[in-house]
């Protein structure tokens, strides 16, 4: 049973719009979660996190939000830009972070139109 | 190198061989991870190397994977008697001490195993 589910395997938008990514989890443990982007042939890399006492995590174009109550989370890029255009994977974490596995979903590949 | 390092980035095997996959993490990274992709899955958590010590190996598909890590450093993954489901992209990361961790992995490119 996937403890991370992210439902849209894909997501298209136009350069300059806001692009909207989404992540659901089950476990109540969670307190600790991250979004990573994936590049054709290239390693996974981070792009931001948040932890269960906040809400909201900007840096630059790109903002996380977290619903706790909901165990919803959403990435959300503006403006968009053409080199946006990878595979987003949520992953969540619950010791805070600090070591152990991360549980990851199956990514949304985004793909950003000029 | 600066980054994690994985070797071989391909490797095609017959069904039944035993492979190795290697990973050489980042310098000074004490954590080390196992990751592996199918075709349109996600991330699956393999193994977790705290040191030369696995604390959690509860992601290991089968008695058929095992992996060591020697040194603190170096670490091998083994598939014996490869199945065709064991084709995937084996990723490996690694992750600063305890107290200086953000909960952040990096990942090296991927060794991508196809199993005929």
């Known amino acids: 049973d996937q403890q991370v589910k992210q439902n849209s395997p894909s997501l298209s938008v136009q350069e300059g719009r806001i692009s909207i990514l989404n992540c659901d989890y089950t476990?109540?443990?969670?307190?600790?979660f991250l979004w990573y982007k994936k590049y054709p042939a290239e390693g996974p890399t981070f792009l931001i996190s948040?932890?269960?006492?906040?809400d909201k995590n900007e840096d630059g174009r790109f903002t996380v939000f977290l619903n706790k109550s909901a165990k919803h989370l959403s990435l959300h890029i503006v403006p968009s830009q053409p080199g946006d255009s990878a595979v987003y994977f949520c992953?969540?974490?619950?010791?805070?972070?600090?070591?152990?596995?991360?549980?990851f979903g199956k990514g949304t590949k985004l793909s950003v139109k000029p | 190198g600066a980054g994690v390092s994985q070797s071989p980035s391909n490797k095609v095997t017959e069904k039944g061989k035993d492979v190795e996959l290697r990973c050489d993490p980042i310098?000074?990274?004490?954590?080390l991870y196992w990751y592996r992709q199918s075709l349109g899955q996600g991330l699956e958590f393999l193994i977790y190397?705290?040191?030369?010590?696995?604390?959690?190996k509860s992601g290991l598909p089968s008695d058929r994977f095992s992996a060591e890590r020697t040194g603190g450093s170096v670490s091998t993954l083994t598939i014996q008697r490869t199945q065709q489901e064991d084709s995937a992209v084996y990723l490996c990361a690694s992750s600063p001490p305890v107290g200086y961790n953000t909960g952040e992995l990096f990942f090296g490119e991927g060794s991508r195993l196809t199993v005929l």
């Open positions: 190397f705290q040191g030369n010590s696995a604390p959690d």
């Open positions: 992953a969540a974490s619950g010791d805070g972070g600090s070591q152990g596995n991360l549980i």
């Open positions: 476990n109540s443990m969670f307190d600790y």
């Open positions: 310098s000074g990274h004490t954590a």
């Open positions: 948040i932890s269960s006492i906040k």
